[in-house]
RNA sequence: GAAUCGGUAGCUCAGCCGGUAGAGCAACGCCCUUUUAAGGCGUGGGUCGUGGGUUCGAAUCCCACCCGGUUCACCA
């Protein structure tokens, strides 16, 4: 208000000089480059005596009388270059006094060190190629140290694109997950399956446990549901024998934000007719190893301090073997409600609130195995009744063929051999109903079409579902599912 | 939803036992033809998250609200 001239204001009155001598940054359309910012400094012994052409954004700047120094990054890394007036000209040497940190330029010359030893491009020649209105925050750094940038986690998500000129370790996170979802596609497309794509508006969500969000669709005077889940239309198309398919998805629940949560993410489901769990989990490690490889070159990672061998199989253990282990309960107490509400008392978790013995069971999963659970894990054997798309075990019907797999005490994916008994499937939808008539409003809803589809014969068929962002969360190392989502849920300002 | 910490210049932060704001970088001007956290001299820039209250006086104390971080709860 009170200030002469803001930044913008100046960066515009210099844009205006620079259309004025005829140099327009915004009327360039294209910039031949010779060589990235990688090639350039790794093969600048070679690269002598050739005529180098290079773009990028400028992040620094130092106009010292009649020369200059800036650094221009392609965003892969940075390259200084030296601008001395009576190699460019007049012409050029007036572009320079209009050039600002953030604009971007394009500049042909050739290689050479300074005097301090840096590789550096001796523009002959250098084009603007935009101008940047706003002051950026762009940060200085020495010695690896850093001075300023952007820090602020709130500016970070709410202004991404700043967050990915300033802060490198930002922008490798980000291009790290880019990779991790690119390789995922080639090892499914590698070994037969075919991506679809499913609805995301439907009138029954289904295929997860959770609160959807509502749209309404003007034409058909519709009330919709955005989908939670891939899984009930992918096992459509099963039965519509296209027998190895995957979707890499949207999906969205209306649930709260957390280190591991957001209300809209990214899963990858895949089917695969006439295999099992069994295979489901070879998939699972041979995806992860691929992933792996491909990305990061190695199948070693370390991630929340630990170090991580994909090459090596999962540990595979049974849920109530493991949680007799863990909390001293033996299967026996867990099999009627009376009896798992004394034992979940007597280790002294609130009982009030629980009335089914599939709840109860996965609650002590969560509070005594899953914090264990470091290395990547198989436990196998859910109850059936949180596990109402599974097969049951023919050994012990009251659990089913259904496994989640864990590493760093995280759910990473969950899978089971198909149910494909169209008497079964609803039945166990009628006892959802009833779950949701008691008051669960997450209780799975009954889906007609889906039973019809498996009453026209439905083949054995193994599933998987991953959530592709907890997967780039433990492949990158982070913490915060935030840190691998280019734009998390914020609420507006 | 609960507890807790935070919101001051474009960025990173200081000031916070009440006396209406500071630094570095960024920006502007001048000098400087191999600098690199370039340097030297000078200049401008803030409704101190929002709204109330206490007070002669509030960035500072009190209350409410908004936004964000962290932890917990919820999310089979």
């Not at 350039?40 to 120094?69: C, P, T, W, Y």
Request: glycine share 8%.
């Amino acid at each position: 208000m009170s200030e002469e001239k803001s930044i913008r204001e100046i960066r515009l009155e210099k844009l205006n000089k620079l259309r004025e001598i005829g140099v327009d940054p915004f009327l360039q359309e294209k910039y031949d480059i010779s060589h990235g910012s990688g090639h350039i400094l790794n093969h600048f012994d070679s690269l002598q005596d050739i005529e180098i052409s290079f773009a990028g954004r400028i992040v620094s700047l130092r106009i010292m009388g009649k020369a200059a120094f800036a650094h221009l990054s392609d965003g892969e890394g940075k390259v200084q270059c030296y601008f001395k007036k009576d190699d460019i000209g007049q012409l050029a040497w007036d572009v320079v006094q209009l050039l600002d940190i953030g604009d971007h330029l394009g500049v042909k010359g050739h290689l050479f060190l300074t005097k301090t030893g840096e590789k550096s491009i001796y523009v002959k020649e250098l084009s603007p190629l935009s101008k940047c209105l706003n002051n950026l925050p762009l940060g200085k750094e020495k010695d690896g140290e850093k001075w300023y940038g952007l820090s602020d986690t709130e500016q970070r998500y709410r202004h991404r694109h700043l967050d990915l000129i300033c802060n490198k370790d930002v922008r490798k996170m980000l291009v790290d997950r880019m990779k991790i979802v690119s390789a995922v596609r080639r090892y499914f497309d590698d070994i037969g399956y075919l991506e679809s794509e499913t609805p995301v508006l439907q009138q029954i969500a289904g295929g997860a446990a959770a609160r959807p969000f509502t749209a309404h669709y003007n034409a058909y005077d519709l009330d919709v549901k955005l989908r939670i889940s891939l899984e009930l239309y992918l096992k459509r198309i099963i039965c519509g024998d296209i027998p190895k398919v995957y979707e890499i998805g949207r999906v969205f629940r209306n649930e709260g934000v957390s280190n591991r949560h957001n209300p809209e993410f990214t899963m990858l489901e895949f089917y695969e007719a006439y295999v099992n769990l069994e295979d489901m989990m070879t998939r699972v490690e041979e995806l992860f190893k691929f992933v792996s490889m491909h990305v990061f070159g190695t199948n070693v990672i370390q991630t929340q301090g630990i170090e991580i061998d994909f090459s090596k199989p999962w540990k595979r253990v049974d849920l109530l073997k493991e949680l007799e282990e863990r909390s001293g309960i033996k299967p026996e107490e867990l099999s009627e409600l009376s009896s798992a509400l004394v034992a979940m008392k007597r280790v002294g978790l609130p009982t009030e609130k629980e009335d089914n013995l599939g709840g109860i069971i996965e609650k002590l999963l969560e509070k005594f195995v899953e914090p264990h659970l470091i290395e990547p894990t198989f436990v196998i054997g859910y109850p059936v009744e949180t596990s109402p798309l599974a097969k049951r075990d023919p050994n012990n019907p009251k659990f089913t063929r259904r496994f989640e797999g864990y590493i760093g005490g995280r759910e990473i994916c969950n899978a089971f051999s198909e149910l494909n008994d169209p008497i079964d499937q609803l039945e166990r939808f009628n006892q959802q109903l009833q779950e949701r008539a008691k008051g669960d409003d997450e209780a799975h809803p009954m889906d007609e079409e889906f039973i019809y589809a498996m009453e026209c014969g439905m083949p054995p068929t193994g599933g998987c579902g991953i959530g592709l962002d907890r997967m780039a969360m433990v492949l990158t190392g982070s913490n915060h599912l935030r840190e691998v989502l280019l734009f998390p849920m914020m609420k507006p300002e």
